[in-house]
């Protein structure tokens, strides 16, 4: 039998990464998250070929003291959680501590960070391996860049794709945050290309314009339920606007984008036979819950989560949706139709 040894830590953190950072968009998600639960009124993401090449996320939040700034690229270092008992009550987007030491164990990362009246910070790590720190001038705020994403470990370049597709991914991805934060002003620039700005005004519908146009989001009405375990708000298209596949809906559980196959099998159902077979309508729900309802620890990403009450949820999102379609009249007069008055 081999010999049972510790791993050594930069191997381990390269392990972890694989888990949560398995292209560029991974990068973008992890570092906006991180922006988000800084309290960041305004994120740019600015990204060169497709992230293959450069990946920077600035944002104005509340910046990591120059003191803490090793500590944070430590695997499982995390100022989100404290307790065994906000384990089960996450309120935060990210609270693994896995993030800035995966990412920073198989790229070239420089951080800049500074809290408000105080000196910056510079950290630059490569492979895990600390290259420089000290005192920079800087804003409040986090800047950080990650260049030569998996250098170290050529084995998972070979699984990116066409960088088209690759920045698709991160488009994507910041359309989620985006929907999930309508009250975080967010942009995407890519080569030095504009791509994408949300206004970060809270209003939702405006930032559904932005990602699918004003046609789209005109054709979109708002719903709203709630019963003792679960509130409701977002958008849904009516029927006479759908797509051939589901990528346009978005489910949100306190604001964290979420797969669950039940919960767009309930969203469905609440068209009833309006929908034509094959179409699917756009959506944006946020669901709002008592973190003890929702366990988001089940997959490393945060991509899929465990919910208590499920069939309930279901329910009501379900019924929820019935109750706004019933309020339109979805079927066209036929004066209306033909430009004839009846």
């Not at 996320?57 to 959680?81: C, E, M, N, Y």
């Not at 999930?180 to 206004?199: C, D, H, M, W, Y």
């Not at 046609?215 to 339920?225: L, N, T, Y």
């Not at 620890?297 to 465990?306: D, G, I, S, T």
């Amino acid at each position: 039998m081999a010999q049972i040894q510790e791993l050594p830590a930069i191997l381990a953190d390269q392990i972890a990464a694989g888990e949560v950072i398995e292209r560029p968009a991974s990068v973008v998600k992890e570092l906006v998250e991180n922006a988000i639960d800084a309290h960041s009124r305004r994120i740019d993401v600015l990204v060169k070929e497709a992230g293959l090449a450069e990946i920077r996320v600035i944002d104005d939040g509340a910046g990591i003291p120059a003191d803490q700034v090793p500590l944070a690229f430590r695997r499982h270092a995390t100022s989100k959680i404290t307790s065994k008992r906000e384990l089960f009550r996450v309120t935060t987007m990210g609270f693994r501590g896995e993030a800035l030491p995966s990412i920073a164990s198989v790229a070239d990362l420089t951080m800049v960070t500074a809290v408000a009246g105080a000196d910056g910070y510079q950290y630059h790590v490569r492979g895990g391996e600390v290259l420089a720190q000290g005192v920079a001038s800087a804003r409040p705020g986090t800047d950080v860049t990650v260049s030569q994403l998996f250098y170290n470990t050529p084995a998972r370049l070979k699984y990116l794709k066409s960088p088209q597709t690759e920045l698709s991914q991160i488009v994507d991805m910041v359309y989620r945050l985006a929907l999930g934060n309508p009250t975080v002003a967010i942009s995407l620039t890519n080569n030095g290309k504009e791509l994408f700005r949300s206004a970060g005004n809270g209003n939702l519908q405006q930032v559904i314009a932005a990602i699918y146009g004003v046609k789209v989001a005109r054709k979109m009405v708002a719903i709203e339920g709630q019963d003792d375990d679960f509130t409701i708000h977002g958008y849904v298209s009516l029927p006479e606007l759908t797509r051939a596949g589901r990528k346009y809906q978005t489910l949100l559980i306190n604001h964290r984008y979420v797969r669950n196959f039940n919960l767009t099998k309930a969203l469905i159902e609440g068209y009833g036979s309006k929908l034509m077979v094959g179409r699917y309508p756009f959506a944006v729900i946020d669901i709002n819950l008592d973190p003890l309802l929702v366990d988001v620890n089940v997959h490393p990403a945060k991509r899929e989560v465990r919910l208590s009450k499920e069939a309930q949820l279901g329910q009501l999102l379900t019924t929820t949706i019935q109750a706004r379609l019933a309020q339109e009249n979805l079927i066209p007069d036929v004066g209306e139709k033909t430009g004839q008055l009846l």
